[in-house]
């Protein structure tokens, strides 16, 4: 069975340019899950989707970033337009459905490089 | 969130048991604690979690404490390959965040040929 996957895996970028990221979750898996770990900083979380629904956002740091799971499949995070500051790995997990005891499952991460 | 508290650092020998240590006194009656690990250039990658009694698997143990306010990780024979970060987190259940991991700056653990 095919794990969480992201693509891509090292993306370099001019600061203002747009990125998107993308990531694959197990198939069957309600729950996605953004997180990323700047430079020096701990894992951060980002956001979290049920199906195509956002469940928790709080975790966004500004109006740049966008994510999206249309169908409730494969979800994208787009960074519009990119700074310094948005360099670092940035993490997809995901989970089934359940209520909250079980494990995330991660993808390899996404580096992003804003130069 | 409930806060965890893990060392910095730990180091072991191969083949030698390794205990992990974390404490969280502030944790809440719903909080699962989880047990990630984070190997160079990967994501972070499930390792066990308990809610109140002991748990064993194929990768580790995890044995908490009566009060729930200390658990400890126990990798029973090190080897090379489990040379990585550890971090300790509690994961509500239910509600609108129960996706959600916080994690800290965990323990990186070094094993010794």
């Known amino acids: 069975e095919a794990g969480v996957t992201q693509f891509p895996s090292h993306s370099v970028i001019e600061k203002g340019q747009t990125v998107t990221l993308r990531c694959d979750p197990i198939?069957?898996?309600?729950?996605l899950y953004w997180y990323r770990r700047v430079m020096g900083k701990e894992i951060k979380f980002l956001l979290h989707?049920?199906?195509?629904?956002?469940?928790?956002e709080s975790g966004m740091p500004n109006n740049r970033f966008l994510a999206e799971r249309t169908g409730g499949t494969y979800s994208t995070l787009k960074v519009q337009p990119a700074e310094l500051e948005d360099s670092g790995v940035y993490f997809c997990?995901?989970?089934?459905?359940?209520?909250?005891?079980?494990?995330?499952?991660f993808g390899e991460g996404s580096r992003l490089t804003v130069l | 969130d409930a806060k965890t508290t893990q060392p910095n650092s730990m180091e072991s020998n191969e083949e030698e048991p390794v205990h992990l240590p974390c404490n969280h006194s502030?944790?809440?009656?719903?909080?699962?604690i989880h047990w990630y690990r984070q190997l160079p250039s990967q994501g972070p990658e499930y390792v066990i979690h308990?809610?109140?009694s002991n748990v064993n698997n194929r990768m580790a143990s995890l044995a908490i404490a009566e009060d729930r306010k200390s658990s400890t990780l126990i990798l029973h024979r090190a080897t090379l390959r489990d040379a990585a970060v550890y971090y300790c987190?509690?994961?509500?259940?239910?509600?609108?965040?129960?996706?959600?991991?916080?994690f800290g700056q965990g323990t990186i653990l070094t094993v010794h040929p």
């Open positions: 198939s069957g898996h309600d729950n």
């Open positions: 987190i509690l994961k509500g259940a239910g509600g609108t965040s129960y996706g959600k991991l916080t």
């Open positions: 502030t944790i809440s009656g719903t909080d699962y």
């Open positions: 308990g809610l109140t």
């Open positions: 989707f049920v199906k195509e629904s956002k469940q928790d």
């Open positions: 997990a995901s989970s089934p459905r359940d209520l909250g005891g079980g494990e995330l499952f």
